[in-house]
């Protein structure tokens, strides 16, 4: 009885011990992260501006208002826009570059240019990004537009941010100049601890490199390619600040977001709760998809 006893309470003690080390991150999740999340959903079924006193309890009347809101709709579409042609941009298109530049294909003095010109963007702030590529784009007098007419290309002028069939689209671009590049260098590690023998003794049996791209480079950083996509797509769905510095949603919310439709909603309209209410939906979306990725993982 002593010896289990014994057993008893060293377990316990190790047990408290865990406990005690991991409570400074949980106690973070739970103010700073759980805390609020909850808070945001018990405001979603309010209807209050910043400044009242007084709340009104609606219910899910403001999830029913959000559904039957066309720039919802336009919001969403647009999110996920963003997501598919990021995800085809971030991952498929960082990943060829990476493949490439690692197999030495250039000399490396090239390839270090070209390496460091991609990786460039993705370190200045998003501000300024949105701000540069927006007096680029300036129908007329824009670095774009006038280079389209010296080119011979004056059919192809166009506001790129004025109009509605263009203006989402010319953000996503300017996103993914952006990131595009952050996300080849995580690949170029994740390929670089590939094997080499792999490739060498493919080479010898006679495959090419794009065989070898196949065979070897994308089943060796798979891992690497699901958590980039996840990350992506959680990205894109939680874009605001260069739509709102290129764009603020417009024109005619035709560029809208679910970050920007949140802030307008809370900042420019002052309706807290129904601002709250577009939170909690990114908030299940993106809840969703991590949840998606955790049985992914388990999966394979």
């Keep these: 009885m002593t010896d289990r006893s014994d057993h008893t309470r060293a377990t316990w003690r190790q047990s408290l011990q865990g406990w005690l080390w991991v409570a400074p991150a949980l106690l973070f999740l739970v103010v700073f992260v759980y805390g609020p999340a909850l808070t945001n959903i018990r405001f979603s079924l309010f209807s209050f501006s910043a400044m009242s006193l007084d709340w009104d309890f609606v219910g899910f009347d403001n999830y029913l208002r959000l559904w039957n809101d066309p720039k919802f709709t336009t ?6 826009i ?12 960082a990943l060829t570059l990476a493949a490439v ?19 460039l963007p993705s370190i200045l702030p998003v501000v300024v990004v949105g701000l540069v590529w927006q007096l680029l784009m300036t129908p007329t007098t824009g670095l774009i537009d006038q280079l389209l007419w010296e080119t011979g ?37 994740a390929i670089r601890a590939v094997p080499r023998d792999l490739y060498e003794a493919m080479e010898i049996d006679g495959a090419s490199g794009i065989q070898q791209f196949w065979h070897i480079t994308v089943p060796g950083v798979r891992e690497t390619i699901l958590i980039v996509t996840i990350i992506t797509i959680l990205g894109s769905l939680k874009v605001f600040d260069i739509v709102w510095v ?11 977001v679910l970050g920007t439709l949140m802030y307008r909603a809370a900042f420019r309209d002052d309706m807290i709760g129904y601002s ?8 299940f979306i993106a809840l969703t998809i991590g949840l998606m990725q955790i049985k992914l993982q388990k999966d394979r």
């Design 153 to 189: 290309l004056s059919s192809w002028s166009k506001a790129w941010l004025g109009e509605p069939d263009t203006a989402i689209f010319a953000v996503i671009f300017v996103s993914q100049w952006q990131w595009t590049g952050y996300i080849m260098a995580l690949f170029m590690v």
């Design 75 to 80: 919001a969403l579409t647009n999110n996920a």
């Design 82 to 93: 963003y997501a598919v042609i990021s995800v085809a941009c971030q991952v498929g298109v």
């Design 246 to 256: 290129m764009t603020a949603g417009g024109p005619n919310h035709s560029s809208e």
């Design 101 to 119: 530049l690692e197999a030495r294909v250039f000399p490396d003095l090239s390839a270090n240019l070209f390496r460091t010109a991609l990786f």
């Design 276 to 283: 709250s209410t577009i939170a909690t939906v990114i908030f």
